[in-house]
């Protein structure tokens, strides 16, 4: 959702903040701002809509700025070496210039950006307009500007403490004030902030993507945590005022994983790079003479893990129908009761847990707002919590007692392609461990060994049908509704498949647990209502061709998924995308990729911006 860059240093700011800014926008925003402090004077451009606007507006400026001002947007004038920038989701009034951040203060001279939700803001706003402050724009964040405003004595760091003790909510902000042009301030709780230590320069960022291109040495903040800006670099506070020293962090992902590498889009890199991704989260990690997985992230907990008598998966999206397969993996080979929670409502059951439960949390940020509050209250409880995540150093990752690294690289575009692949080899190690710490047979663990080896080179095969399954979106691509059905193993696909295809091409698409169609859903088909079917050779195959000869005898057309040389479903199915042979609890690692595919190609068809789609935002940092 919104990002955050800042940055003070040797180096022209301006560039920095809008090469932050592009590589922060697959987060999701819809409008923009920057603020650049030279000399003791601001200069402030906003704009509604993409980077690019608020590109256009910096370069047609016209404003008729004092010469010190001009300097600073004068690269041969050195430019303003300090600034702020920010991507604006809005939660709080209209996307609008007015609304837009950075905001200030009455006197124009303190100037923040801000990530999260201020919830006390209305009476704060109500308390300073009763003492004649005068606002602009309709954001919570304006009245922390304020705030600190109100409480200035002369030292920016006091009136940023002292304002963050007032307000109750969420935050990761960056401030400076004009009258302090030799430091910036920023702070943390609840939404992240990384700061980037560079030669002579520091970036402070919501998100190491805007960071990675100038430094590789990171401090991730902790809540309440404070950090003060000037040339000597970052001096770092505890939420008890005490100057502190943090670990500095190597960050390991690659700039060349954060651009398109000659694809056209992200998401199709993406679901390209799978082979690749699916390797990295299990290299180093399966010990094949055992027939067991290796955890080092699990090693601290590994006696509490073997205790462990059912497991509780907590997750949103994409995540979440990875967590419904590692139920079934879990269950079946590790023989420990699982279920599976949406984080959202993971709060407000009576959870029934005691000191044999584990909560597992997936995530890819690792920063969505709904699946932290469920790590939250699991802890609250007292419970282990374990964290399967790909953005090293993000909140959850901080939060969870231990956890597995998926070790993708950077997932910009926002539908989630290889994060889904990787979370769910991750959940079949998990299985592995759990299942050999527990009755699991030697030459079971090896197979399954042996089979997620053989999986990159499997979907690599799968990556060889792409022509084909456009040549199939192309056919249906004028259809509105879609069913996407599964049982068993592919059953959570089913759901996937319908996120996929709707968050990407904004085609109405359900997923339904195959065996429910004759219960209510079968009523919508008839020749216009498409199916995307999942059907695999495995132990429910039979069960599936008969659902799925109930859907022909509708004249509902399908779309099948199935196993190489599986020649007779080409009788049912109108169209067939072929994936080879697999352990029946791998599967949907190979069926996810068609999936994936066709929803592409639906989209492109659409002329969609398909590493964007509307409305949604990467990292959903609100409840
Ligand atoms: O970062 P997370 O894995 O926690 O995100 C969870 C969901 O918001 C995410 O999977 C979402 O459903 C994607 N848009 C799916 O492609």
């Known amino acids: 959702m919104c990002g955050i860059v800042g940055y003070f240093g040797k180096n022209e700011a301006l560039p920095i903040l809008i090469d932050g800014l592009k590589r922060l926008e697959y987060r999701g925003y819809d ?49 303003a070496k300090i600034g702020i920038a920010h991507t604006r989701w809005a939660t709080h009034g209209v996307p609008s210039e007015q609304n837009a951040h950075p905001h200030s203060d009455c ?19 109500k308390h300073l307009i009763e003492k004649g402050h005068i606002f602009k724009s309709e954001t919570d964040t304006e009245a922390l500007a304020h705030l600190i405003e109100d409480l200035y004595d002369g030292d920016l760091t006091e009136a940023v403490k002292k304002a963050l003790k007032v307000i109750t909510g969420t935050y990761g902000i960056v401030v400076f004030h004009a009258d302090e042009p030799n430091k910036i301030i920023a702070a943390k709780k609840g939404s992240p902030l990384v700061v980037g230590l560079g030669e002579n320069e520091t970036i402070i960022a ?17 809540d309440g945590e404070m950090v003060e800006i000037d040339a000597n670099g970052p001096r770092i506070f505890d939420s ?59 090693d601290a907990v590994a006696d509490k893990i073997r205790n462990i008598d059912r497991i509780i998966i907590v997750a949103c999206g994409t995540a979440r129908c990875a967590a419904l397969v590692g139920e079934y993996m879990l269950e079946e080979y590790a023989g420990i009761p699982t279920e599976v929670d949406y984080a959202h409502e993971f709060r407000y059951k009576k959870q029934i847990l005691n000191d044999k439960t584990a909560v597992i949390v997936m ?3 690792g920063e969505t707002a709904d699946t932290l509050a469920a790590v939250k209250e699991a802890k609250e409880k007292g419970v282990l919590t374990l964290g399967i995540v790909n953005t090293v150093g993000s909140s959850i990752a901080r ?142 195959y039979e069960k599936n061709v008969s ?17 190489e040389g599986d020649e ?6 109108d169209d067939v995308i072929y994936i080879p042979k697999t352990l029946e609890m791998l599967t949907p690692i190979l069926s996810a990729v068609p999936a994936q595919l066709f929803a592409y190609h639906m989209a492109v068809l659409k002329g969609l911006d398909v590493d964007k789609p509307r409305n949604l935002a990467k990292s959903v940092t609100v409840e």
């Open 547 to 563: 659902n799925m000869q109930e859907i022909k005898a509708r004249a509902g057309k399908i779309i099948a998924v199935a196993t």
């Open 399 to 540: 939060e969870t007692d231990a956890g597995i690294y998926n070790h993708v690289g950077p997932e910009i575009s926002v539908a989630s392609t290889k994060a889904f692949t990787s979370q769910i080899s991750i959940l079949s190690l998990l299985t592995l461990f759990m299942g050999r710490q527990r009755d699991m047979s030697l030459v079971t663990g090896q197979r399954i060994v042996n089979e997620i080896q053989a999986l990159p080179d499997k979907i690599r095969k799968i990556l060889e049908a792409d022509g084909e399954i456009k040549k199939i979106a192309e056919k249906y691509s004028k259809a509105t509704s879609f069913a996407f059905l599964g049982r068993k193993y592919n059953h959570p696909l089913a759901f996937e498949g319908a996120i996929k295809l709707k968050e990407l091409s904004y085609i109405h698409a359900e997923g339904f647990a195959a065996g429910e169609m004759k219960h209510g859903p079968i009523a919508m088909i008839d020749e216009n209502f498409p199916s995307f079917y999942f059907v695999p050779e495995d132990s429910v």
């Open 363 to 365: 995530s890819q940020s």
């Open 568 to 573: 007779k479903i080409k009788d049912i199915a």
């Open 206 to 222: 919501s998100d190491v993507s805007a960071i990675m291109r100038y430094t590789k040495q990171a401090i991730y903040l902790d």
């Open 107 to 125: 006197s124009g001279k303190i100037w923040l950006v801000h990530n999260g939700i201020i919830e006390n803001y209305q009476q704060i706003k």
């Open 240 to 298: 008890f005022n005490a100057e502190i020293t943090k670990d500095i962090s190597e960050i390991e992902w690659d700039i060349n994983q954060a651009e398109k590498g000659g694809y056209p889009h992200f998401l199709i890199k993406e679901i390209f790079e799978q082979p690749e991704t699916v390797m990295n989260s299990v290299r180093g990690r399966l010990v094949l003479e055992e027939g067991m997985a290796k955890l080092g992230g699990l």
């Open 31 to 79: 409008s923009s701002g920057v603020a650049l402090l030279h000399q003791s004077k601001v200069l402030c451009f906003k704009a509604v809509g993409k980077i690019v606007e608020l590109e256009k507006k910096i370069s047609e400026d016209k404003s008729p700025h004092p010469p010190l001002l001009k300097h600073a947007l004068d690269p041969e004038q050195g430019g």
